[in-house]
């Protein structure tokens, strides 16, 4: 894919200025495609380049609002990162049918073949509707959680007037703690099978995040897991005296997702 975008970039460029144009035209003339466009320019053109750079300043230039808040989910791979986020855009739309939400959902890719399986829609029932609009990535680096490319195509969502922004990151290990640093409102995602209570210290998110969701609580030990997570929150935070209901460690059950009656 890299070689292939070595080669292509020149050609990306060239095509780059009439993208420009249009960053900079009335905002009547928006459209999907054009969102798609930039897009596609800012991903293969991470490298950067000066009509990047100038794609860039136009964006910026073109907002006319403050821009739209990042909420960023990340985890562990198979915590249920995906299905989180479908139901956070499954009851937005319910509670907020007005609001629109930009989702960037990001894969892994595999060091050895350089090749991603971009699934994460796969398990998501609540994208497919007006006013949402999801696009999938690929690391194209085995040693990361996130794009190159992720912070130029949250600057094209949050260019195109979008209300909220989702970012979901690849599966990350302990010390992994990428989506701080672009997230204006940070979640990590994990499940009560994490080993014994001592690798809690270990998990540099526990300490960053915003909000730790423990999902698939109705399994085995989840209890006791809620109780060590809330614990070793407390312990970051030097709040050893905060109730249950003022440390944002929350339990989720993920089969229960996409529940009507909820």
């Known amino acids: 894919i890299q070689k292939v975008a070595d080669i292509e970039l020149p050609r990306i460029q060239h095509q ?51 821009p739209a808040p990042v909420i960023g989910f990340t985890g562990t791979g198979g915590a249920g990162k995906s299905s989180v986020v479908d139901e956070i855009v499954r009851r937005t739309r319910r509670m907020h049918p007005e609001m629109t939400l930009g989702c960037l959902l990001v894969d892994p890719t595999r060091r050895r073949s350089g090749g991603a399986l971009l699934a994460d ?31 130029d195509t949250i600057r094209v969502l949050q260019a195109a007037g979008f209300d909220r922004i989702l970012v979901e990151t690849a599966g990350i290990g302990q010390s992994d703690s990428e989506i701080v640093d672009l997230a204006s409102v940070s979640v990590y995602v994990m499940t009560p099978e994490y080993g014994a209570p001592s690798q809690l210290e270990k998990i540099d998110m526990l300490e960053l995040a915003d909000f730790v969701v423990v999902n698939k609580s109705d399994r085995s030990g989840a209890a006791d897991a809620l109780r060590d997570v ?30 009507p009656a909820r």
Not at 236 to 241: P, Q, R, S, T, V
């Open 16 to 66: 780059l200025e009439p993208l420009i144009a249009e960053a900079v035209s009335p905002a009547d003339k928006w459209e999907t495609r054009v969102v798609v466009y930039w897009y596609y320019a800012m991903e293969e053109g991470a490298a950067g380049g000066s009509a990047v750079e100038r794609l860039r300043v136009a964006l910026d230039s073109r907002r006319g609002k403050a």
């Open 121 to 151: 829609r796969i398990r998501m029932n609540s994208i497919h509707g007006p006013g949402i609009f999801v696009r999938s990535l690929a690391t194209r680096q085995a040693n990361l959680a996130l794009s190159l490319a992720v912070r």
């Open 230 to 259: 809330r614990k070793q929150w407390r312990r970051n935070h030097d709040a050893a005296a905060a109730a249950d209901d003022a440390v944002p460690v929350f339990p989720s059950i993920a089969s229960r997702f996409c529940d």
